[in-house]
């Protein structure tokens, strides 16, 4: 699902200036120096960043880069739209990732416009070569579900809140050379609430701490990033950043990058943090995970379509997982799991961009690797895919910025009785973007069939909605419907196909640069066979007041 605002991110909003129903000239990117005139009606204040760009967005921004503004550094083309495309996250005033902000800019004190730019850049000597910058996130979150997880958890009637405090400090030590930090602390409540464990609740701990090399070399911007960090280069729909949750996913090891005018590529080598630890700074490196690879991003040449301008970009990728014990657990006859060591190798496509008023994104997956069970270490083959799209439409010239698409994502199944052979299921453990297939969140990729058309608008320049009506099908009957951790067990077999449907609407209000709120609404209806399985519909709320700087 792309909702309408990332509700686990709100950084992803920001506040842009009114632009005249005039022209607008685009700035130049300075590797490419193109020029381009677009003609736009007046842009609401609100730009949010759900997904990955462009599409998802509710509005279109303007400008060579596709924007209108932005603190992200320098990186040409690949800062178009929300910037994702950079491969360090969305960037609007702020950012997924803080340390992908720059905020050089404020050295020149005549820019500093809002009362926290005194924090953002902070000169420690008298160049101001060295300077520091905070960021900070408080998030508040409360959600209600009448009949949690398809009516498989007992804590009917669950009202769950979450706090989640998130800041950090950038160093900069010259143009070449950083060091970032940032603390988390997390803690939750409710009445019949359940699940609750070290990814809801954190004692004060290091969330990241790594230090950045920069430097030019064969005509790229290149870096070298070792630590803790998050890692953002995938694509959303395969692996983001574990928002649902009050602590997110962090990674230790190293990461490469180098960033020519149209080309980009990335490759990294992480062990996942073990955040289990309920003592105050005591999060170690969990071995058993690990997470490798490397990524390529072409931007063709820009064109025009209908009138109006086309760009896009080209990933391809390569993604290894490594997982050991219950985390790389596999179903098994009847409602047993197996747990072992599992590699998944995932090579994948993704083409995104717009083309005129349409806007697109499209990609495949091929997910080969191994399965060894625990303790005999017999091992069988993994073959598996995905394929995510999200095709739409945006009015040309509306008032409202409407925006019509239709989403349909497959994830293959397999057959959970077969105990040897090529296993078909395909998983994606490191959580997808939150509500990118349903904000419930009780559906999860793999074994899947998803379709869900959407429509977008921007009503006021700072409140926005979607409403969206996705529907769900099992790829095969011979696998179970697979949880975020799992799978579900039903009180008798379930022997259907349709799952059931899901209408949503997402409301999002940017209250001002620093605070705002999101809120979402679902019924999930399951389906007559379903139900017949001890399954159960649900009706699910959800509401993320926060601020940040």
């Known amino acids: 699902m792309v909702p309408l605002a990332h509700a686990q991110s709100p950084a992803l909003h920001h506040t842009t200036p009114a632009v005249t129903p005039a022209t607008v000239s685009a700035s130049k990117v300075p590797t490419t120096h193109e020029n381009i005139t677009v003609h736009a009606p007046p842009l609401p204040s609100i730009v949010l960043y759900p997904h990955a760009t462009p599409t998802g967005q509710p509005v279109r921004t303007t400008g060579a880069q596709g924007r209108t503004s932005g603190r992200q550094y320098d990186w040409g083309v690949f800062n178009r739209g929300n910037g ?207 997470l490798y690879g490397f ?42 799991s197996n747990n072992g060591s599992n590699t998944r190798n995932n090579f994948g496509v993704r083409w995104h961009g717009l083309a005129g008023p349409f806007e697109f994104s499209v990609g495949g997956i091929w997910q080969g690797g191994t399965f060894r069970y625990a303790k005999t270490d017999r091992a069988r083959s993994v073959s598996g895919y995905a394929i995510n799209t999200l095709v739409g439409y945006r009015i040309p010239k509306d008032r409202f910025h409407t925006f019509f698409g239709l989403q349909t994502d497959v994830y293959s199944g397999g057959n959970k009785n077969k105990t040897n052979g090529t296993i078909g299921t395909y998983i994606s453990p490191f959580n997808p973007q939150t509500n990118y297939l349903d904000t419930t969140t009780y559906m999860t990729g793999s074994n899947l069939i998803s379709f869900a058309p959407l429509v977008r608008a921007t009503f006021f320049k700072s409140v926005s909605l979607q409403v969206k009506y996705p529907l769900y099908w099992r790829y095969s009957t011979q696998d179970p419907i697979y949880r975020s951790s799992g799978f579900y067990k039903f009180a008798h077999n379930f022997d259907g196909k349709f799952i059931g449907m899901a209408p949503q609407a997402s409301l999002a209000w940017q209250i001002n640069a620093h605070v705002s709120w999101t809120q979402y609404v679902s019924r999930f209806m399951t389906s007559n066979a379903l139900n017949r399985a001890g399954g159960s519909s649900a009706t699910y709320y959800q509401s993320n007041f926060v601020f940040r700087f």
Do not use: C
């Open 84 to 290: 994702e495309a950079a491969g360090f996250g969305p960037v609007g005033q702020y950012g997924v990732a803080p340390w992908a902000e720059d905020w050089s800019r404020l050295r020149d004190k005549s820019k500093r416009t809002d009362p926290f730019d005194v924090l953002k850049y902070i000169a420690l000597n008298e160049s101001g070569s060295i300077w520091l910058s905070f960021s900070g996130e408080t998030r508040l979150r409360n959600w209600f579900e009448s009949r949690p997880n398809l009516g498989t958890q007992k804590n009917n009637d669950s009202g769950r809140f979450g706090v989640r405090n998130l800041y950090g400090a950038d160093l900069h030590l010259g143009s070449h050379v950083r060091l970032f930090g940032q603390l988390i602390n997390a803690d939750a409540g409710g009445w019949n609430y359940y699940g609750y464990g070290s990814t809801y609740r954190k004692r004060l701990d290091a969330q990241q701490a790594f230090i950045e090399t920069r430097w030019n070399m064969l005509g790229a911007k290149s870096g070298f990033i070792f630590g803790r960090q998050q890692f953002l280069d995938a694509p959303s729909y395969m692996l983001y950043n574990r928002e649902t949750p009050n602590v997110p996913l962090s990674w230790n090891g190293f990461r490469g990058y180098m960033v020519w005018p149209r080309l980009r590529i990335d490759g990294w080598d992480f062990v996942q943090t073990n955040d289990a630890e309920t003592r105050l700074f005591h999060d170690t490196e969990n071995y058993n995970t690990r």
């Open 295 to 336: 990524n390529m991003s072409w931007a063709p040449p820009d064109g025009h379509f209908m009138g109006d301008r086309s760009y896009s970009f080209l990933d391809t990728f390569y993604v290894g997982y490594k997982l050991s014990g219950s985390s790389g657990a596999i179903a098994g006859p009847g409602t047993s």
